[in-house]
Every structure is written in C-alpha cells, then in structure tokens.
T-cell receptor
Framework: DAGITQSPRHKVTETGTPVTLRCHQTENHRYMYWYRQDPGHGLRLIHYSYGVKDTDKGEVSDGYSVSRSKTEDFLLTLESATSSQTSVYFC?????????????FGSGTRLTVV | AQSVTQPDIHITVSEGASLELRCNYSYGATPYLFWYVQSPGQGLQLLLKYFSGDTLVQGIKGFEAEFKRSQSSFNLRKPSVHWSDAAEYFCAVGAGGFKTIFGAGTRLFVKA
C-alpha cells in the first residue's frame, strides 16, 4: 500500500557478522533515508541518498555503509554488527530534499545483535 | 543548536476528551514543522505539516496543529480522542541540508 517495503522485518544476528537491510520503493522518489529508532532518542539519521550512487552520511553513520544502484533500492549494511546496533531501522522516502515535503516511512526492521 | 522538545513522555486521556500534545523547537530560521504518528510495530505516518501561511494547519484523522512563532511551539490538538488514537506521536523540524530533527516522542494512552 505505502509503496515502500523493508526486508527483513526481523533479524537476529551475532556480533561481528555483516548484515544488510533492504529498502525498496515503488514511488520513484529521488530521496531515500535510513534512520534508527531507539527509546528516548527519537529517530536519528544514519545515511541518505539523493540519487543513484549519490549518498552521504547522517549523524550516526559510524559502522554503517549504504549503496544505491537503482532508484528503487537503498541498502544499509552493518559491516561488523555490534550490540550497540541493536535497534529498529526505518527507511524513508521523500519527494524533495530535506524531507520538507514530509517522509513516507517503511514498517521497519527490528535488528537484534547478540 | 537546533532541537525539538516534546515535554511529555506520555499522556493519558479519556476517550472523547480533548487532546493537546506539546512541541517546542529551537531553530534560527522559519522552520518546516511536522507531526508524525507511530502505531506499535509500524513506521511513522505523517499527520500534518507546516511550511508557511496560515498558522493553523489541518491534518489527517481529525488532528490540527498551531504554529506560534513567539513561543517556538507547534502543538498538536484533537477535539475528541478515539481509542484508536493511542500511539506515539513525534514532532519534527526540517532543519535544512537533508536534516530533519525529531523529538523523542509522546506516547498517548486512551482510557475508556
């Protein structure tokens, strides 16, 4: 319905393993974002993309990388997962930069690092 | 520094009663302001947004918000709360340069 899907919805992984989360959109929006949500912190921006192969860091980018090879897909990779990366991860899309049009969010991926 | 403050971590309201959720921001220029709602296990959904013009904005699900520049506030209101409104509400400000700052959220409980 929303035109943005995240996979997987839940994942448990071990410390030190790489993990990739996928965001797929069917809205053809140029701008895509990865956020993490932690209690008491609201949402914090990890990385964002302003076009195919155009990405940049957000405020909490350490330990994360992203790739965008197609307009519709935005991948978030945890190179070597740590317990501090246990969180709920949200992908978002927007029509304009800065999210000034407002975001459309995916349903999230709950990641647990053990 | 740019920031968004939601003073109330949680609020309990009786069904049918009015609701006001507070949001204060710190931002040097005229901000873009948003309210989002998040139901359990779901992503955030945009309720309404303010860019310019009329300071009272209407959103979905019967919500409205009023921008008060003098108070640096953007409070969310609803005249009559329904049980289905129980959720977490986030205020956010578009701070430019791909940066949107979210408040920590206010969880709304609705009692019968």
């Amino acid at each position: 319905d929303a035109g943005i899907t995240q996979s997987p919805r839940h994942k448990v992984t071990e410390t030190g393993t790489p993990v990739t989360l996928r965001c797929h959109q069917t809205e053809n929006h140029r701008y895509m974002y990865w956020y993490r949500q932690d209690p008491g912190h609201g949402l914090r921006l990890i990385h964002y993309s302003y076009g195919v192969k155009d990405t940049d860091k957000g405020e909490v980018s350490d330990g994360y990388s992203v790739s965008r090879s197609k307009t519709e897909d935005f991948l978030l990779t945890l190179e070597s997962a740590t317990s501090s990366q246990t969180s709920v991860y949200f992908c978002a899309i927007s029509e304009g930069r800065d999210g000034n049009y407002g975001y459309t969010f995916g349903s999230g991926t709950r990641l647990t690092v053990v | 520094a740019q920031s968004v403050t939601q003073p109330d971590i949680h609020i309990t309201v009786s069904e049918g009663a009015s609701l006001e959720l507070r949001c204060n921001y710190s931002y040097g220029a005229t901000p873009y302001l948003f309210w989002y709602v998040q139901s359990p296990g779901q992503g955030l959904q945009l309720l309404l947004k303010y860019f310019s013009g009329d300071t009272l904005v209407q959103g979905i699900k019967g919500f409205e918000a009023e921008f008060k520049r003098s108070q640096s506030s953007f409070n969310l209101r609803k005249p009559s709360v329904h049980w289905s409104d129980a959720a977490e509400y986030f205020c956010a400000v578009g701070a430019g340069g791909f940066k949107t700052i979210f408040g920590a959220g206010t969880r709304l409980f609705v009692k019968a």
